[in-house]
T-cell receptor, first 111, second 111 residues
Framework: DAGITQSPRHKVTETGTPVTLRCHQT?????MYWYRQDPGHGLRLIHY???????DKGEVSDGYSVSRSKTEDFLLTLESATSSQTSVYFC??????????FGPGTRLTVL | SQQGEEDPQALSIQEGENATMNCSYK?????LQWYRQNSGRGLVHLIL?????REKHSGRLRVTLDTSKKSSSLLITASRAADTASYFC???????????FGKGTKLSVKP
């Protein structure tokens, strides 16, 4: 497996609370991505990063923010969690136009 | 919005048979990738085919790409029960190496 971990692996939280998910890599890949996976929708890109402090929005970025202060860490923050953000979140890493390596996922439940 | 659309959505075969999954997409691409996801796990990269390639092999996997028809197929030969998983195609072409995933084909291989 590529050196990519996600924490926490499972989280249950309440509507309106802030939540931060962490993605950590040991591969020194330049690009990092956050996806969410929901039944009937496949994987959808939330945000991505193409370098330290360089980030951009994906298809479903509303309600999410990201930060990347070091090459190895990419944080996804839900400022005020809503039930519609209940999902499985995957982080991925890559070099451009090459295969992406995925983390094990974080299952988030917002009550 | 999904770029790739897999067909069929679900496929059930017997061990030893071949499995064929198709992917259609809408816009020009730099590459097309296939991933496998076992239930409850992260995605695993299977194969990447670039827009100037027509066919690629990896073990029991064969991928074809027809850019004129904007379609690709994944063939798994001599399937095994362990091949049971969801298979996703993903198209790449963005300047930042973004991938757009289809909704997947759920393959069930019965022993």
């Amino acid at each position: 497996d590529a050196g990519i971990t996600q924490s926490p692996r499972h989280k249950v939280t309440e509507t309106g609370t802030p939540v931060t998910l962490r993605c950590h890599q040991t591969e020194n890949h330049r690009y990092m991505y956050w996806y969410r996976q929901d039944p009937g929708h496949g994987l959808r890109l939330i945000h991505y990063s193409y370098g330290v402090k360089d980030t951009d929005k994906g298809e479903v970025s509303d309600g999410y923010s990201v930060s990347r202060s070091k090459t190895e860490d990419f944080l996804l923050t839900l400022e005020s969690a809503t039930s519609s953000q209940t999902s499985v979140y995957f982080c991925a890493i890559s070099e451009p136009n090459n295969e992406q390596f995925f983390g094990p996922g974080t299952r988030l439940t917002v009550l | 919005s999904q770029q790739g659309e897999e067909d069929p959505q679900a496929l059930s075969i017997q061990e030893g048979e071949n499995a064929t999954m198709n992917c259609s997409y809408k816009t020009s691409i730099n590459n097309l990738q296939w991933y496998r996801q076992n239930s409850g796990r992260g995605l695993v990269h299977l194969i990447l085919i670039r827009s100037n390639e027509r066919e690629k092999h990896s073990g029991r996997l064969r991928v074809t790409l027809d850019t004129s028809k904007k379609s690709s197929s994944l063939l798994i030969t001599a399937s095994r029960a362990a091949d049971t998983a969801s298979y996703f195609c993903a198209t790449g072409g963005g300047s930042q190496g973004n991938l757009i995933f289809g909704k997947g084909t759920k393959l069930s291989v019965k022993p």
